[in-house]
């Protein structure tokens, strides 16, 4: 079988390669999946480059998220009950770039077949994401305003148009006045342009303040995927108890900020990373979570864009495409045309 894999940590481009290799076998309580389709998501890029949460033991196979065909189990009442069942696969080893992979049957959902093979494979990392942080965390009530960083992602645009659909709303903090456009066309309650070159923490957090509160009082709901002066300015406008989880590091860059922001105000700073929330909850709640996303992906809400496909001897121009600011939508590898 083919796999994308790679030796050492470093650039996607440079120290990706496409190798032919034998077909895993599972183990008790595993599952073999014949993969149908994979995105490259910015999570996957930072494991390749050694910046992932969980670090990469080389050689191995990036993937964290897409659908497939569960083939074969190594037993088990779950791997039974998956057995010629489309399924997406929530990798939390990584090894989805690949036309098999194996994997804990906790980590596999059925997934409805009114759903393209396109939202299938983007069903979990951004959709489940973005509600449950929303949603399920930090419950932001209706009318209420949500703070969010890097808000031209795939993710962020899931998040106003989230926002929009259930009654709360969205200050969108982006880095480009292209971005401030667009999103303000889709239909974003505020759009801030913010360039860490051009301007201070103390000014965003100034206007977050002036926007959305009352009297000044500081935002209550807030979700940083950059870190940095930008995540640190957005926790300088926390209000009295507000709440901000920070979910990404795209900056690469820390949060600074002075203790006394949170004392004087009780406001939190709390880390959020779906994998480890999805382990500490039910199947059934898996199961009508994904019920419920199903619904919100067919309505349009959080449905992905997809920008192009790529084959597995594809991977160098994929990841490329993957990174190119210019290319508005997800990147994919389609892996297998057949779905059973």
Known sequence: MKAVQFQKTGEPSAVLQTVDTQRPAPKSGEVLVRMLATP???SDLMYIRGRYTVPAQCPTTPGFEGVGVVEASGGGLRGR???KRRVVVLNRRGGNWADYAVVPATEVIPISSGLSVEQAATFFVNPATAWVMTREVLKVPHGQWLVQTAAGSALGRMIIRLGQATGFRTFNIVRRESQAEEL??????HVEVFDEAKNTPEELSASIRRTISIAGAGAGFAIDAVGGATG????????HHGRMLAYGTLSNEPLVFSPRVLMTTSSKVEGFWLGSYMSGVS??????????LTKLIQAGVLGTEIAQSYTLDQIHDA?????DTSVQGKVLLRISETPV
């Open 319 to 323: 990841v490329k495409a993957a990174e």
């Open 232 to 239: 640190s300015a957005v926790i300088q406008s926390l209000g």
């Open 40 to 42: 490259i998501n910015p």
């Open 81 to 83: 009950l998956f057995m």
């Open 283 to 292: 199947l059934p709640y898996k199961l009508s979570l994904v019920h419920r």
């Open 184 to 189: 303000r066309g889709l239909g974003a309650d």
